[in-house]
């Protein structure tokens, strides 16, 4: 997800979220960030669906807002999709909305996104030995624990989001040799020890 300055950022609301949260929904606004304009059928191979079940869900997402035609791609019949934005914002309120269906939903997409990292990492690792020794050395897989208030767990999270923003700046071109889309998880939450169950 990206931060909210971002103008290509569709902020989630009740509605959109209703119309996004369903897990080949996310996959299919995911696959369309990612790899750029494509058909139902095209987005059903990758995903290992059925082109009728993509075709439905593209329609839904696109009377929500997320995605659209991409007629300068279409030849003959076949319909292109694209995104109509490059991420989303989701607001933590909605976990709290006094509707349970939005609530429901806002917890559906949260665990749809842990998924997605979690099928991203273990893509990374049953394939890391096709990519370079120099993509495997740059490649980083950590985990630090720290006691923190609430305060600084927050002054954490606002700090290494702004350091990732700051290298969209030093990106260079997509195609340029030796660049690859990168992809990085930040996860900041509580966990009780041992000691505290007790």
Not at 131 to 147: G, K
């Amino acid at each position: 997800m990206n931060e909210p300055q971002d103008p290509q950022v569709h902020n989630l609301d009740a509605h959109s979220l209703r119309g996004l949260a369903h897990p080949l929904r996310m996959q299919l606004l995911t696959a369309l960030w990612r790899g750029g304009p494509a058909t139902a059928s095209q987005l059903a191979a990758k995903l290992g669906e059925s082109s009728g079940a993509t075709s439905y869900h593209l329609r839904q997402l696109a009377a929500h807002g997320f995605v659209e035609d991409a007629p300068e791609h279409g030849k003959g019949r076949e319909r292109w999709w694209k995104a109509v934005h490059m991420g989303v914002q989701f607001d933590d309120a909605l976990l709290k909305n006094r509707d349970p269906e939005v609530r429901g939903a806002a917890d559906l997409f949260m665990h749809e996104v842990a998924n997605q990292h979690t099928r991203e990492l273990a893509t990374w690792l049953g394939t890391r030995h096709d990519w370079s020794e120099e993509w495997n050395r740059a490649s980083d897989m950590s985990d630090w624990t720290l006691n923190l208030t609430p305060e600084l767990a927050l002054e954490l999270v606002e700090k290494t989001h702004a350091l990732m923003e700051s290298y969209r700046a030093l990106a260079p071109e997509a195609g340029t040799p030796g660049t690859e889309q990168v992809r990085i998880h930040s996860h900041v939450l509580p966990t009780r020890t041992d000691r505290e169950a007790d």
